[in-house]
């Protein structure tokens, strides 16, 4: 399996961006997927995840009301929709494909991981 994250970029405090993460190889479908980030210096932390089906979603409290995670489970691709962009937003953001049909919140339940793609708010 192959996770591959794009959509990230430069944006202005208060702006917008939508990630993508496609799947290549054996499909996750049936799995749950999840973003992550990673700002310099700072660990690795949890983002937003969903169910197979995409009825299940959760997200970290900081994204709460301004990020949607969602998944085209036909096209094998994972999205993230953020809103209202802060410099904190600024990491590299990872997307991940659980072992299960919902991986929760803790990276340990994630097999599968992309490269990442940059996200870069200025103030």
């Known amino acids: 399996v192959q996770l591959q994250a794009s959509g990230g970029g430069l944006v202005q405090a208060g702006g917008s961006l939508r990630l993508s993460c496609a799947s290549s190889?054996?499909?996750?479908?049936?799995?749950?997927m999840a973003w992550f980030r990673q700002a310099p210096g700072q660990e690795r932390e949890f983002v937003a995840t969903?169910?197979?089906?995409?009825?299940?979603?959760n997200y970290a409290e900081s994204v709460k009301g301004r990020f949607t995670i969602s998944r085209d489970r036909a096209k094998n691709t994972v999205y993230l929709q953020m809103n209202s962009l802060t410099p904190e937003d600024t990491a590299v953001y990872y997307c991940?494909?659980?072992?299960?049909?919902?991986?929760?919140?803790?990276?340990?339940?994630?097999?599968?991981w992309g490269r990442g793609t940059q996200v870069t708010v200025s103030s």
């Open positions: 991940a494909g659980a072992r299960s049909s919902f991986g929760g919140t803790s990276q340990t339940s994630y097999n599968y």
């Open positions: 190889g054996r499909t996750l479908s049936n799995n749950g």
């Open positions: 969903i169910g197979w089906n995409g009825a299940l979603t």
